[in-house]
């Protein structure tokens, strides 16, 4: 069964930064597109960042220049870098895979002073 964890997520000031983390069972992040999506309270969910298979990265959107995606397959982990936060970056973000059933649990990420 596939599963996805996120975690890394937390309160931190504007101008801070923080890692998430989505850790997958088996070789899910070697044979798919990985996607962070976020949704803040009373918007629609927002595509972030991609990863995939063969590694090309992509960052959409507000983020772009702040976030990055990487991903370390011994680790069966993505990661997602997030600098110079911004209070409107506040939200639960969700790691998995587009089309399927596949996602985690999210993890809120406030940005706050």
């Known amino acids: 069964q596939v599963q996805l964890v996120e975690s890394g997520g937390g309160l931190v000031q504007p101008g801070g930064s923080l890692r998430l983390s989505c850790a997958a069972s088996g070789s899910i992040i070697s044979i798919n597109v990985i996607s962070w999506y976020r949704q803040a309270p009373g918007k629609q969910r927002e595509l972030v960042a991609t990863?995939?298979?063969?590694?090309?990265?992509n960052v959409y959107g507000s983020v772009k220049g702040r976030f990055t995606i990487s991903r370390d397959i011994a680790k069966n982990t993505v990661y997602l870098q997030m600098n110079n936060l911004k209070p409107e970056d506040t939200a639960v973000y969700y790691c998995g895979v587009a089309g399927t059933p596949y996602w985690g649990q999210g993890t809120q990420v406030s940005v706050s002073s």
């Open positions: 990863i995939t298979s063969g590694g090309s990265t």
